[in-house]
């Protein structure tokens, strides 16, 4: 039956965000909406998805998605992200799966702040080098320190692999101009930055408000897609090339999207992304977001919304 018109739904019925899918990757099918529920249609049948269910809505190729499961996934508070096959490719997004913008607050706060902007990169070095001190480390010595690091990263499938290793040297205007490996880690890390790039913007954070990268719109997301090359996309590299593929770039897609098939990449990127930008103190758990408006005050706190401040802190000239 046709649910167009149908109100939307009370906030008390929408669904904590721990409970929903997260992350919910459909291709090749039409999207539509069955009363609450978003359908997915191809020549295998209908699936019934509830729409309270799902926090990320991921449209891979060959999906086509009516203006009803649009609208019914924005009143569920979900959010759509334009992605390519198994997600490996980032093209546009709809409205943040965000209720509020602390999370986005919290990163231009940060990043706004050289004492505070030099933590969240102190961490995220630390989170590549397990068991090391980062903590009186300047910007200088921790790139010098991630430099070797990805050296020695290199040098080591260089060796397990057997394919041989110089330098790492691409240029985006002309992918084939680069050796075997050095088009697989360019295929590779695409496929990574287009992950991060769709969770970032689905968590309502800025892609371009990075705080190891800056001046570029995906400045972020190339700080996030670092903490993972090693474990990710410079094995596979490394892996397609010794495999010796006559399609270098298509083989390395392939490979990446099947690594990240099942998921956890995206929720391990969320959480790293809410910990590093909200920052608990003491081990305490993050807080959920409260879906309210407040409104600022120079005084350095926020006050309540929808109320009248009429002759409230008043000075007469």
């Keep these: 039956m046709s649910s167009f018109g149908m109100p939307p739904a009370d906030i ?40 309270a ?8 190729p060959g999906t086509s998605v009516t203006h009803q499961a649009v609208a019914l996934l924005a009143d569920h508070g979900a959010t759509i992200v334009w992605v390519g096959e198994r997600g490996v490719r980032y093209y546009a997004h709809g ?52 430099g070797a690091r990805v050296r020695r990263i290199y040098r080591e499938h260089s060796k397990r692999t057997g394919v041989a290793w110089n330098h790492r040297e691409y240029d985006k205007a002309d992918f084939a101009g680069g050796d075997p490996i050095n088009q ?17 913007v689905a968590l309502g954070a800025s892609p371009g408000l990075g705080f190891v990268h800056t001046g570029h ?3 972020f997301v190339y700080d996030i897609s670092d903490l993972y090359k090693a474990e990710i996309t410079i094995p596979i590299a490394f892996d397609v090339v010794a495999e010796g593929s006559t399609d270098i770039s298509a083989d390395t897609r392939r490979r990446v999207r099947n690594r990240v098939h099942d998921g956890a990449l995206l929720e391990r990127c969320v959480r790293d992304i809410r910990m590093l930008l909200l920052r608990p103190e003491n081990g305490a758990g993050i807080e959920e977001e409260e879906d309210t408006v407040r409104l600022w005050d120079d005084g350095g706190f926020d006050v309540a919304a929808g109320r009248n401040y009429e002759g409230i802190g008043d000075v007469d000239f």
């Design 217 to 219: 719109e995906r400045a």
């Design 95 to 146: 409205r943040s799966l965000a209720s509020s913008s602390r999370l986005l607050i919290a990163q231009a706060a940060a990043v706004s702040h050289r004492d505070r902007r030099l933590a969240v990169a102190r961490t995220m070095y630390s989170m590549r080098f397990p068991g090391e001190d980062t903590t009186g480390l300047s910007m200088q010595q921790l790139r010098g320190k991630e």
């Design 12 to 51: 008390a019925d929408l669904s904590r965000a721990e409970d929903r899918i997260s992350f919910l990757y459909l291709e090749r099918s039409i999207v539509h909406r069955d009363s609450n529920a978003i359908t997915a249609t191809d020549d295998r049948g209908v699936v019934h998805i509830p729409a």
């Design 184 to 200: 697989a880690l360019s295929a590779a890390h695409a496929c990574l930055y287009g992950i991060v790039h769709a969770v970032i």
């Design 53 to 60: 269910s799902i926090g990320v809505l991921l449209l891979g």
